[in-house]
Nanobody
């Protein structure tokens, strides 16, 4: 069973950047497709980005919420057992607790932005963007 620990959150001004990391232990992430989610106070948890388990010749399959396309980039380093989320051009509406998630499988046949697609979750890291 994999354990996930997020880090890299913090407070930034609008237009700034942050890089979130999700360190996995207890299992290799090579078995999992993975994703990033966020939850703002009073709102439901929403999918931000997802990435397939396998890379292949064309690279990993990725998914992004419309609200972050072109600003956020999800990536994974299997050798370091770590998932990343690079967040650029941050906006106040990006303020939320950010969670990483994982599920065994390729991820090609799951909606990688759905909460219900994942079995394992981290505890979250807070991101606050001020205007």
């Amino acid at each position: 069973q994999v354990q996930l620990v997020e880090s890299g959150g913090g407070s930034v001004q609008s237009g700034g950047s942050l890089r979130l990391s999700c360190a996995a232990s207890g299992d290799t992430i090579r078995r999992y497709f993975m994703g990033w989610f966020r939850q703002a106070p009073g709102k439901e948890r929403e999918g931000v980005a997802g990435i397939s388990r396998d890379g292949g010749s064309t690279g990993y399959a990725t998914s992004y919420a419309d609200s972050v396309k072109g600003r956020f980039t999800i990536s994974r380093d299997n050798a370091k057992n770590t998932l990343y989320l690079q967040m650029n051009s941050l906006r106040p509406e990006d303020t939320a607790m950010y969670y990483c998630a994982a599920r065994v499988g390729s991820g090609y046949y799951h909606n990688r932005l759905w909460v219900s697609s994942y079995d394992y979750w981290g505890q979250g890291t807070q991101v606050t963007v001020s205007s």
